[in-house]
């Protein structure tokens, strides 16, 4: 289970005061959310690495 402090640690680290544009982005089909989960996870056990990694793999490409 990830608790509440998990994700406030994930989104200082990975997305500062963007939490709006990042639920917006949810919303949009835009974020893969098992991959963020996976980051989330990554973080709080202290694979910063591997969080960045899922991090960046869970944005979808968009096609313009």
């Known amino acids: 289970m990830i608790t509440d402090?998990?994700?406030?640690?994930?989104?200082?680290?990975f997305d500062g005061n963007n939490e709006i544009t990042l639920?917006?982005?949810i919303a949009n089909n835009?974020?893969?959310t098992p991959s963020m989960?996976?980051?989330i996870l990554a973080y709080a056990?202290?694979?910063?690495?591997?969080?960045?990694d899922f991090y960046?793999?869970?944005w979808?490409?968009?096609s313009d």
Do not use: F
Request: net charge positive; aromatic share 4%.
């Open 45 to 52: 056990i202290g694979e910063t690495e591997m969080a960045k």
């Open 23 to 25: 639920l917006t982005s």
């Open 37 to 39: 989960v996976d980051s």
């Open 60 to 62: 979808r490409k968009r």
């Open 5 to 13: 402090d998990q994700v406030k640690d994930w989104l200082d680290k």
């Open 56 to 58: 960046k793999r869970m």
């Open 30 to 32: 835009e974020v893969c």
